[in-house]
Structures are given as C-alpha cells and as structure tokens.
C-alpha cells in the first residue's frame, strides 16, 4: 500500500501529543496532579497476569468501516495467554481465537476450523533482554520539569469526574477551538516517510497459500484518505479508576473531518475502550490440533513479527 490511512496518521498522532501530555501539568491543576499520580502508581505496579477486554471501532460519515472486539488472558512469567477476537470489515466477519506459550503461537479461525502454527527461533531470555533495552526507566523529575514546559496550559484540559462506582475517573478533553497547531499539522501531512516506505509484510513473505491471509487481503474495505482541510475536531481519553484510584481502563474517542481526494468531505472517528484485571491466578486452556486444518506459519515471519 503507498501509506497508511489519514486516519491511523491522526490517531497516532494524537497518541504522540498524548504520551507528552501524559508527564506534564502544573501544581494548581487537581485533575493532572491526579493524572501524574495514577502514572507513578501504576508504573511501579505493573500487571503480571490477568484480564484484558477492549474494543475499536472506525467510522466514517456515520458508516462503521472496521469493528474489532476482544478479550484476552495472559501470566507474564510463564508467557503463556490466550485470547478470543471479533473483527468486522467491509464483507469479512471475522472470528479468531489465539493461544501463545513462550515461543509458540497458534490462531485459529473458527468458521473455516483452521489453525495456524508458528515458532519464533528467540530465546525467552532475548526477548526479555530485548524488551527491557526499550523501558524508558522510571518517571523521571528532570523529565516531568522538562515536558512542563513544552505541554503548558494543556494541563488544564485534565479533569475528574465522579463514576458511578463513586471513583474519581481522570478525564483529557480537547475540542476544536483548544486544539494545539501541531496536532492539526501532523493531521494535515500526507505522508510520512516512515509509512509510505513500509511495506506490508506480505511484500516479504508469500503468504498466498493461507486462507485467512487471503480473506483479510480481498475484504471490501472503504479506504478513506483526507488529503485537504484535515482538521481534529475532537480528542477525549479518559482513565478509569477503582475506589482505590488504581487504574483499570482507558477509552479514547479522535475525530477528524478533511476532503478526500474528490472533495468530498469526511468526518471520521477512532473510538475505543480498555478494560484490565490483575488477578493472582489465571487459567489458560491451550488450542487443540485434533480435528482442525493446520497451517505452520514461515519461519520468517515468525522471526519478523514476534
């Protein structure tokens, strides 16, 4: 594909100006000491087994373009998880379960009963090794001072608001009129030399001879670019806290209206939801190869994409 979507440009944008956000603020603001507080918190509790739940959705002019819904289950320490997704896209309605221990991943499409099999060649200890090279470490003081002065009064675009559980949830809200410039120009670029010179995976790996492949590849998908006027209408993130003020779910909604290509105007929106559940004990069941279509998935791509 020559880029990706204005859409995904935006939201990744968004994503950006958020993570700067997400260290800045000043004294006076009660809904960002909140915020600052929560990050500290939950960095130094870090989940080690548990639930996840989420879902996304992409809507253009009112039409639902792509739907996924999921859960999942995972330990940490032994690397096992397991999960079961919804994905719902032009004229694919999509069913997949996933299992993964260690170094072995399975995903099994339901409807079709087939199964794909893969093993990356990483050791757990490499890729250990190689996730802690990416921790940025602690939340650092210096670092806090330092993105104060860049975020400035975006601070005060933090609030709390009182859940229904009687919590005290953390919301960031940015509307037209307080969008910052520079998310409206990296909403505007039309592309960005980092995705318009990556490629799909498949220009690497053939990957023709798998059903499920195919199917995701000649789905009718409503590609929507917006190459003129791209503006944000509309950012929310809020964080959701128990009555102990441990975070356990964040949902965010993007808009962006803009013309494509034949001047016809857009307004598309990214919205979703997560929801998380430490839990002392987890019980994974893995995926059975009786009686289903296995496939064993290229060794390079495992060994890409793991």
Not at 73 to 98: C, F, P, R, Y
Request: no cysteine; proline share 2%.
């Amino acid at each position: 594909m020559k880029r990706k979507t204005m859409m995904i440009t935006t939201a990744l944008a968004a994503v950006l100006v958020l993570a700067l956000v997400a260290y800045a603020g000043t004294p006076a603001n009660a809904g960002y000491e909140a915020f600052k507080e929560l990050m500290k918190t939950h960095s130094e509790n870090e989940m080690n087994q548990g639930t996840v739940s989420g879902n996304l959705t992409i809507v253009d002019n009112g039409e639902t373009l792509v739907s996924i819904t999921g859960s999942a289950i995972g330990d940490h320490d032994s690397e096992t998880m397991q999960a079961d997704i919804q994905l719902v896209t032009g004229e694919l309605n999509k069913q997949l379960s996933v299992y993964g221990m260690d170094n072995l991943i399975y995903i099994y499409d339901v409807e079709n009963n087939d199964i794909y099999v893969g093993q990356d060649d990483h050791t757990r200890e490499s890729r250990r090794e190689k996730k802690f090279d990416k921790d940025d470490g602690d939340f650092s003081e210096n670092g806090e001072a330092l993105l104060d002065y860049f975020v400035g009064d975006m601070a005060n675009d933090f609030t709390l608001v009182k859940d229904s559980d009687g919590s005290m949830d953390i919301s960031f809200e940015l509307t037209k009129s307080e969008m910052p410039a520079i998310i409206n120009l990296m909403a505007s670029a039309k592309s960005d030399d980092q995705f318009e010179n990556h490629e799909s995976f498949e220009s690497d790996v053939d990957l023709s001879a798998y059903p499920l492949w195919n199917e995701l590849k000649n789905a009718h998908i409503e590609k929507t670019e917006l190459v003129d006027q791209v503006e944000v209408e509309y950012i929310n993130i809020t964080f959701d806290r128990d009555t102990q003020n441990e975070l356990v779910g964040i949902a965010f909604e993007v808009t962006v209206s803009g013309l494509d290509e034949n001047q016809k105007a857009h307004v598309m929106t990214v919205s979703g939801a997560v929801a998380f559940d430490s839990a002392s004990d987890v019980i994974i069941t893995p995926i059975t190869l009786e009686g289903k279509n296995v496939y064993e998935l290229p060794q390079e791509l495992m060994n890409d994409e793991m």
